[in-house]
């Protein structure tokens, strides 16, 4: 079945950047919508990015301007390239698969701070 496997997370300094990326198996990659969800201790998982089959994309207005959300469907890869990096950017982030019943990486960790 589908799997995602997230990578690139880890501690960098407030202003910096990261760039996180998952890997898709499966055949159904490219006609589904990718999104990059956050979790932070003792908040509900939000979504940061979303994009489309067609490579349309959307964000809240927390990271908008910061964070770039991409996809290679030949690759099947997803990528969130994270600009001037906030403490409060510190979460567990999660790749995610936009089918019915939703598919979920394992997560890694983004730690900014001094």
């Known amino acids: 079945q589908v799997q995602l496997v997230e990578s690139g997370g880890g501690l960098v300094q407030p202003g910096g950047s990261l760039r996180l990326s998952c890997a898709a198996s499966?055949?159904?990659?490219?006609?589904?919508?990718m999104a990059w969800y956050r979790q932070a201790p003792g908040k509900q998982r939000e979504m940061v990015a979303i994009i489309s089959s067609a490579g349309s994309t959307n964000y809240p207005d927390s990271v908008k301007g910061r964070f770039i959300i991409s996809r290679d469907n030949g690759k099947k890869m997803v990528y969130l390239q994270m600009n001037s990096l906030k403490p409060e950017d510190t979460a567990v982030y999660y790749c995610?698969?936009?089918?019915?019943?939703?598919?979920w990486g394992q997560g890694t960790q983004v730690t900014v701070s001094s």
């Open positions: 499966g055949s159904i990659f490219s006609i589904y919508a």
């Open positions: 995610n698969m936009q089918t019915p019943r939703a598919y």
